[in-house]
């Protein structure tokens, strides 16, 4: 598998166009899109953001950024001349959560700053919103940052976490991170973080249909399962992971159980299409590349009952 980057390239700043896909409302009012990556913008390596951003220009509807938006460091001058002048175009429409890379100055403060009220309140950087029948859940998992709390049953973002989701019973449930529970990434530690079965038991008692992430820098998909990962077809939580943004690529290790769709050699967006009780998920790869994944599945709680 190709697990190499573009050649390095400075970026040069480019004047911001008007998003030509702005519209986040449904022609029908029941049906939305929710479309995005994770690990993007690398200034040393521009194009792979520049050709992700490109596949945005063409479809409308709220962007997912799931963290790591601006390599290495996450610092004011790194969003302005490399997450800005490729993803930034379509800032406004953008509901974004934090990465490792965010915190490499400590609090994610440049993060904070760049998205201001879009990105929760300022030093949780977790929070949520609703698309239609569909509530969506940004989470913060990176549970060892200053001032976060953890991650932990009892922690602030747990408790916050239990209580939204209870005050959303009928909802279907999606949410999105940077960190993943499961990943075949060839590092484990790298690639899994069991800190995070607390988040996913408060998503499976509330039977949250989908959870997306980034961090490891390659697409994978699994099938429904349960915090254990124990596979759950009925009411079990579908995870993709979709570290295309642009950024690089990472090697992916032995599939783990579950796991039944990897790329790792593609960039690309992941496209959602969500209706009431039910999604489909389109991998969409940039242009000269021809790996693409797709489904669709039913919200658990949703799901008609077996005869």
């Known amino acids: 598998m190709a697990t190499g980057c573009s050649r390095p390239e400075q970026p040069s700043v480019i004047e911001h166009r008007q998003d030509p896909s702005p519209s986040q409302t449904s022609a029908d009012g029941q049906t939305?899109?929710?479309?995005g990556a994770g690990d993007i913008a690398g200034c040393e390596n521009i194009?792979?953001?520049?050709?992700?951003?490109?596949?945005?220009?063409?479809?409308p509807g709220t962007i997912f950024a799931a963290g790591d938006l601006a390599y290495e460091r996450g610092t004011a001058a790194e969003f302005q001349s490399c997450y800005d002048t490729t993803w930034g175009e379509f800032k406004a429409r953008t509901r974004p959560?934090?990465?490792n890379h965010e915190y490499a100055e400590g609090s994610a403060s440049a993060y904070f700053q760049y998205w201001g009220a879009q990105a929760g309140p300022a030093g949780k950087g977790y929070y949520s919103y609703d698309l239609g029948s569909w509530h969506i859940v940004a989470l913060n998992?990176?549970?060892?940052?200053?001032g976060l709390g953890g991650c932990a049953k009892g922690s602030p973002e747990e408790e916050w976490l239990r209580q939204d989701l209870a005050g959303h019973p009928d909802a279907c449930v999606l949410a999105y991170s940077h960190q993943a529970l499961f990943s075949s990434g060839l590092l484990k530690t790298h690639a899994i973080h069991p800190e995070l079965k607390e988040f996913w038991q408060d998503l499976y008692d509330a039977h949250a249909a989908l959870f997306l992430v980034g961090h490891e820098h390659s697409y994978e998909r699994f099938a429904p399962q349960d915090p254990e990962g124990?596979?759950?077809?009925?009411r079990g939580i579908r995870e993709i992971v979709v570290g295309t943004g642009g950024r690089s690529h990472d090697p992916l290790g032995f599939a783990i159980a579950n796991s039944e769709v990897r790329n790792a050699s593609t960039y690309g967006v992941l496209k959602l299409t969500?209706?009431?009780g039910h999604y489909v998920w389109q991998f969409i790869p940039v242009e000269g590349e021809s790996f693409t994944d797709s489904g669709s599945g039913e919200c658990p709680n949703h799901a008609s009952p077996k005869s």
């Open 32 to 35: 939305y899109t929710l479309v």
């Open 47 to 59: 194009e792979g953001a520049r050709a992700t951003a490109k596949l945005l220009e063409r479809i």
């Open 97 to 99: 959560v934090p990465g």
């Open 230 to 234: 124990h596979s759950e077809p009925d």
């Open 274 to 276: 969500l209706t009431p």
């Open 141 to 146: 998992t990176n549970c060892i940052a200053r």
